[in-house]
């Protein structure tokens, strides 16, 4: 399968501990981003890369949240002293540096439930 | 109000009619548009881009209105594996500029 793909697919944890996912893009994509999407909403954007560069992250993002792209591959983004407001589903998609605008390939996500 | 705004639904509708939705947006500075179809409890699906002629995909027709600021989606002769919700993106200017609507909950009925 040379989707893009996401570990681990369900995570459960307490409050106050820290948790990382990991995210493996399409090989040939440069650009990787992460959302959030809650129950009824769409996908929130949370950070954007363009190989190893971290260029652009949400205000909405608290210092709690970093990631990192260290050889402009795979991904991970980390949470820590998770609280209960961080229970949500956690995508990734990446997309190709041609194309039409920002044209992108998701991810099945990571189901975060903190309790 | 909302950068990109969706009703939400459901629409609820038999098997093989023509349904129809949009999608409003207030930047009138956005640049690229896409449809996404996401089944429950699966990821986003890019579905079509549209384009400013507008574009179709087999029973799927994608429109751009800039002058009122939406877009649409057309399905004709729905079937029952087109039940998801479909989410509107609307994008400008930077990656964090990418910004998808609640999306519109569909329902095909036998």
């Known amino acids: 399968d040379t989707g893009v793909s996401q570990d681990p697919r369900h995570k459960i944890t307490k409050r106050g501990q820290n948790v990382t996912f990991r995210c493996d893009p399409i090989?040939?994509?440069?650009?990787l981003y992460w959302y959030r999407q809650t129950l009824g909403q769409g996908p929130e954007f949370l950070t954007y890369?363009?190989?190893?560069?971290?260029?652009?992250k949400s205000r909405l993002l608290s210092d709690r949240f970093s990631a990192e792209r260290p050889k402009g591959s795979f991904s991970t983004l980390e949470i820590q002293r998770t609280e209960q407001g961080d229970s949500a589903m956690y995508l990734c998609?990446?997309?190709?540096?041609?194309?039409?605008?920002?044209?992108?390939?998701f991810g099945p996500g990571t189901r975060l439930t903190v309790t | 109000r909302k950068e990109v705004e969706q009703d939400p639904g459901p629409f609820n509708v038999p098997e093989g009619a023509t349904v129809a939705f949009n999608c409003t947006y207030s930047?009138?500075?956005?640049?690229?548009f896409f449809w996404y179809r996401q089944d429950c409890r699966k990821e986003p699906k890019l579905l079509m881009s549209?384009?400013?002629s507008g574009n179709e995909d087999g029973r799927f027709t994608a429109q751009l209105n800039r002058a009122s600021q939406y877009i649409s989606l057309l399905i004709r002769d729905s079937k029952l594996s087109d039940s998801a919700t479909y989410l509107c993106?609307?994008?400008?200017?930077?990656?964090?500029?990418?910004?998808f609507g609640s999306g519109t909950r569909l329902s095909i009925r036998p």
């Open positions: 549209v384009y400013s």
């Open positions: 930047n009138s500075a956005s640049q690229s």
């Open positions: 998609a990446s997309s190709p540096m041609t194309g039409i605008g920002y044209e992108q390939y």
């Open positions: 993106v609307v994008s400008y200017s930077s990656a964090s500029k990418i910004i």
């Open positions: 090989s040939e994509h440069n650009r």
């Open positions: 890369f363009q190989n190893e560069a971290q260029l652009e």
